[in-house]
């Protein structure tokens, strides 16, 4: 069973920046895609970016391209998100998920999630 733990979120004013750690157990990572999702109140959970087992291949939500970065590190099972420029509206619970063999951009496609880290943005 893939474990899934997020980690790095918290308070910070618009403009600030986060970068948000998933780090993954009992699985090879390298053989997973992994995607950022988050949810805010009232709203349904909403694809933010994702990669590939590699980390040679990632896309973006329109929302959030050109603020945030996803990268990995497979030596420590771990993918990254770094969040600049943060907006009030990037307030939400953010979420990772994982899937054997691909990068998963809508919820079906995520096989694992993990707990969530809330990232609040204030104005």
């Known amino acids: 069973q893939v474990q899934l733990v997020e980690s790095g979120g918290g308070l910070v004013q618009a403009g600030g920046s986060l970068r948000l750690s998933c780090v993954a157990s009992r699985v090879t990572f390298s053989n997973y895609g992994v995607g950022w999702f988050r949810q805010a109140p009232g709203k349904e959970r909403e694809f933010v970016a994702t990669?590939?087992?590699?980390?040679?291949?990632?896309r973006y939500a329109d929302s959030v391209k050109g603020r945030f970065t996803i990268s990995r590190l497979n030596a420590k099972n771990t993918v990254y998100l770094q969040m600049n420029t943060l907006k009030p509206e990037d307030t939400a619970v953010y979420y990772c998920?994982?899937?054997?063999?691909?990068?998963?951009?809508?919820?079906?496609?995520?096989?694992?999630w993990g707990q969530g880290t809330q990232v609040t943005v204030s104005s």
């Open positions: 990669i590939d087992w590699s980390g040679g291949r990632t």
């Open positions: 998920a994982a899937t054997a063999g691909w990068a998963p951009m809508v919820d079906r496609e995520a096989a694992y």
